[in-house]
């Protein structure tokens, strides 16, 4: 049970996985078709210090008693920064593109399969299915952000935290809002918020800053962080009008 493609990794990527993997492997035998990570860890943005290392396994089929003796693994893994895997099977990678367009998108577009058969690059999704989350998310989040801020009772940290993780959720989001104009998603994060603000009119600052200020582990700095929460409270308005256009 070779594992392959280890030289694309950072380095430090490469050192956390590739034996959790190999354990996974021994504990699963045949049942594992297919292993890959996507997500950050293999981005510009990947972060020592704040970045999670995303998993999937691929199974052959998945029942309790495989849940169950991947457990103590798990638990090493996530001292490691190594969320609980995926665990998912082919059937279901295709029976459910159409319910998790973005996500699925995001794992084709950015993944490196280090064990075997190169299953996510074959993920197909509708350009009707992506709209539909890409506005489902959106107003979702206009929704619970608002609710977050009431709840916060002028919390300043409270807010502060409230925006970087907002948009950091939203990144996906814009990404697929991009793919819906037909524009070439950026290899960085920092570039999509740009290039989001300037295909739909946003105003990219206020995305830019909030981004940095989360990179860098720093407060919200030159501004209020009322005003800043009611300009990027705006600019997700926009985006909820924008996107029944698209």
Same mark, same amino acid.
């Given at each position: 049970?070779?594992?392959?493609?280890? #030289?694309?990794?950072?380095?430090?990527?490469?050192?956390?996985?590739?034996?959790?993997?190999?354990?996974?492997?021994?504990? +699963? $035998?045949?049942?594992?078709?297919?292993?890959?990570?996507? $997500?950050?860890?293999?981005?510009?943005?990947?972060?020592?210090?704040?970045?999670?290392?995303?998993?999937?396994?691929?199974?052959?089929? /998945? %029942?309790?008693?495989?849940?169950?003796?991947?457990?103590? &693994? @798990?638990?090493?893994?996530?001292?490691?920064?190594?969320?609980?895997?995926?665990?998912?099977?082919?059937?279901?990678?295709?029976?459910?593109?159409?319910?998790?367009?973005?996500?699925?998108?995001?794992?084709?577009?950015? +993944?490196?399969?280090?064990?075997?058969?190169?299953?996510?690059? $074959?993920?197909?999704?509708?350009?009707? !299915?992506?709209?539909?989350?890409?506005?489902?998310? /959106?107003?979702?989040?206009?929704?619970? /952000? *608002?609710?977050?801020?009431?709840?916060? %009772?002028?919390?300043?940290? %409270?807010?502060?935290?409230? &925006?970087?993780?907002?948009?950091?959720?939203?990144?996906?989001?814009?990404?697929? &809002?991009?793919?819906?104009?037909?524009?070439?998603?950026?290899?960085?994060?920092?570039? @999509?918020?740009?290039?989001?603000?300037?295909?739909? %009119?946003?105003?990219?600052?206020?995305?830019?800053?909030?981004?940095?200020?989360?990179? !860098? !582990?720093? *407060? @919200?700095?030159?501004?209020?962080? #009322?005003?800043?929460? #009611?300009?990027?409270?705006?600019?997700?308005?926009?985006?909820? #009008?924008? @996107? !029944?256009?698209?």
């Amino acid at each position: 049970m070779k594992l392959k493609n280890l #030289e694309t990794l950072p380095d430090v990527v490469r050192n956390r996985v590739s034996g959790y993997v190999e354990e996974m492997l021994s504990i +699963h $035998g045949d049942k594992i078709i297919s292993v890959a990570l996507y $997500g950050s860890a293999l981005g510009k943005d990947f972060s020592k210090k704040t970045s999670d290392i995303n998993i999937a396994v691929i199974f052959s089929e /998945i %029942g309790f008693s495989d849940l169950k003796k991947s457990q103590k &693994l @798990i638990s090493k893994g996530i001292k490691k920064k190594i969320p609980s895997p995926l665990f998912l099977t082919k059937p279901y990678i295709e029976s459910s593109a159409d319910v998790f367009p973005i996500e699925f998108l995001e794992m084709k577009e950015n +993944h490196a399969t280090i064990y075997g058969d190169d299953i996510l690059s $074959g993920i197909e999704v509708s350009k009707e !299915n992506l709209r539909f989350e890409c506005e489902s998310q /959106i107003k979702g989040k206009l929704i619970r /952000i *608002r609710q977050a801020y009431l709840e916060m %009772g002028g919390n300043k940290k %409270g807010i502060e935290r409230l &925006l970087k993780e907002s948009l950091n959720s939203l990144i996906p989001v814009f990404k697929g &809002l991009l793919r819906l104009k037909g524009i070439a998603s950026p290899s960085s994060k920092e570039e @999509i918020l740009k290039e989001t603000a300037k295909t739909f %009119g946003c105003e990219g600052d206020v995305f830019v800053k909030i981004f940095q200020d989360r990179q !860098n !582990n720093e *407060r @919200i700095s030159g501004k209020d962080i #009322e005003s800043f929460f #009611e300009m990027y409270l705006s600019q997700l308005q926009g985006l909820a #009008e924008i @996107i !029944n256009e698209i």
